[in-house]
């Protein structure tokens, strides 16, 4: 079974400029989450989906991330203008809705994105 | 609210040698744990969990106790080798509050040969 698949792994991008990151959740799954890890903060959760819709978006830095669940295996965060402090790994995970405790969730391999 | 906290690294070992790594929790409910682990370039894959108190997991030789009286969930294995060597992430989700999966801020590890 394949798993969470993020593209693209690696982006070198220009300040301003508009990054799309994408994924695609483990077949079967409901609840999609976006983190990001960086040296100084570690592991941030960005926002979280459920059956599509977004539950709790807190950890978004600032009006210029978005998130988008347009299906119920498809997701992208979208950063517009990008920053050189956006610079970090951006991970996608997904998790079944088990309805019983001990929720697993499953990370992509991530997508490294440097802004210059 | 719900919190982690987990012992600072970097942690360096010698092959072979014992390994803990200390992770308490705060919840309000009654979590179920987690240790996941992160090797270099990649992203974090389950270690293993447990999801009540007195529960142990293990996998590849890790084990952790969910201790709900001293709130603690320590990450152990008897003797490490340097496949070992990556970032430890303790985390805690508590189902009947949110789909949340909260995380400590991982402790790396290192194990020389």
């Known amino acids: 079974d394949a798993g969470v698949i993020q593209s693209p792994r690696h982006e070198v991008t220009e300040m301003g400029q508009e990054v799309t990151l994408r994924c695609k959740l483990i077949?079967?799954?409901?609840?999609l989450f976006w983190y990001r890890q960086t040296m100084m903060r570690g592991l941030e959760l960005l926002i979280y989906?459920?059956?599509?819709?977004?539950?709790?978006d807190s950890g978004m830095p600032e009006d210029r991330f978005s998130a988008k669940m347009p299906n119920a295996s498809f997701s992208t965060l979208k950063i517009q203008p990008s920053e050189p402090r956006d610079s970090a790994v951006y991970f996608c995970a997904s998790s079944p809705r088990e309805g019983a405790r001990g929720n697993t969730i499953y990370f992509g391999e991530g997508s490294w994105l440097t802004v210059v | 609210g719900n919190s982690v906290t987990q012992m600072e690294g970097p942690v360096t070992l010698s092959e072979e040698a014992f390994l803990t790594i200390n992770c308490t929790y705060t919840a309000t409910g009654y979590p179920s744990l987690f240790w996941y682990v992160q090797y270099p370039g990649e992203g974090l894959q389950l270690l293993l969990k447990a999801t009540k108190a007195d529960d142990k997991g293990s996998n590849k030789g890790f084990e952790a106790t969910y201790r709900k009286e001293t709130t603690s969930f320590h990450l152990e294995k008897g003797s490490v080798q340097v496949s070992d060597s990556a970032v430890y992430f303790c985390a805690l989700s508590d189902l009947h509050r949110d789909d949340k999966i909260i995380f400590g801020k991982g402790t790396r590890l290192h194990i020389l040969p």
């Open positions: 989906f459920n059956n599509n819709v977004p539950i709790d």
């Open positions: 077949s079967g799954h409901n609840s």
